[in-house]
C-alpha cells in the first residue's frame, strides 16, 4: 500500500515559540528540529498553518481576545509570522485561520478527505487536539507525533496526549522515530511514489 500521508505542521509561529509570548510554549525549541526532520522526510506532502487573530468580534472570540489583549493586533503583526526554522517546510503556502483546529474544507481541498495525516506542532492541548479530533470525526486517519508537539504544560502535553489516545483506531500516538522508521521501511518496499 502506498502511504500517501501528509505531515500538517500546526502554528510554528513566533506567538508560541518566543519566551516573551503570554501563549509561548517553554517546549518548542524542543520540538522543532522533530518537526524538521519530519518535514525533511514527507518532502513535498508538508502543510504548515498559522492561527490568524481575524476571527469575527461579535462571537465568542470577542471575550477571547478581551482575555488575551496581547493578541488583539492585525495579522500582518510579526507575532503571527512562521519562526525562521519553519520558513521553507512546505512547497505549499500556509494554511491561515482563525480558528484552534484547523481541520475542515480548506485543509481537505489540499490533502484529501480521508488522508492519513501525521500532526506535529503546537499547542497539544489547544490547537494540535482540536485539529486531531476534528479530522478524526471528518475520517481522516491522524498519527500524532507526541515528541514533536509542543504543550503548554508538561501536564497538559501529556492530558492532551491521553484524550487523544483514547479515539484509536481513528487517531494513534507515536513518536518521531516511529513516523520516520516507518516511512523509511515502505521507501525501502517501494511502496512510495518517486
Not at 142 to 161: F, L, M, P, Q, Y
Amino acid at each position: 500500500m502506498t502511504d500517501e500521508a501528509w505531515l500538517v505542521v500546526i502554528d510554528p509561529q513566533n506567538i508560541f515559540a518566543s519566551p516573551d509570548s503570554a501563549w509561548g510554549s517553554p517546549f518548542f525549541a524542543d520540538a522543532m528540529p522533530r518537526i524538521r526532520a519530519l518535514a525533511a522526510a514527507f518532502g513535498e506532502r508538508v502543510l504548515v498553518t498559522r492561527w490568524m487573530p481575524t476571527a469575527d468580534r461579535s462571537t465568542s472570540w470577542g471575550e477571547y481576545f478581551a482575555a488575551w489583549p496581547f493578541a488583539d493586533k492585525p495579522a500582518t503583526d510579526a507575532l503571527f509570522a512562521l519562526v525562521p526554522e519553519a520558513a521553507g517546510l512546505s512547497p505549499v503556502p500556509t494554511l491561515d485561520l482563525p480558528t484552534f483546529g484547523k481541520w475542515g474544507r480548506e485543509i481537505e481541498e489540499i490533502i484529501g478527505r480521508g488522508a492519513h495525516v501525521v500532526l506535529a506542532g503546537v499547542s497539544t492541548d489547544c490547537c494540535v487536539i482540536s485539529t486531531a479530533l476534528a479530522a478524526a470525526d471528518a475520517g481522516a486517519r491522524v498519527t500524532v507525533a507526541a515528541d514533536a508537539c509542543a504543550g503548554s504544560t508538561t501536564e497538559n502535553h501529556a492530558a492532551a496526549i491521553h484524550v487523544m489516545g483514547l479515539y484509536p483506531p481513528q487517531i494513534t500516538i507515536s513518536d518521531t522515530a516511529a513516523v520516520l522508521a516507518g516511512r523509511n521501511r515502505a521507501s525501502e518496499a517501494g511502496s512510495l511514489p518517486d
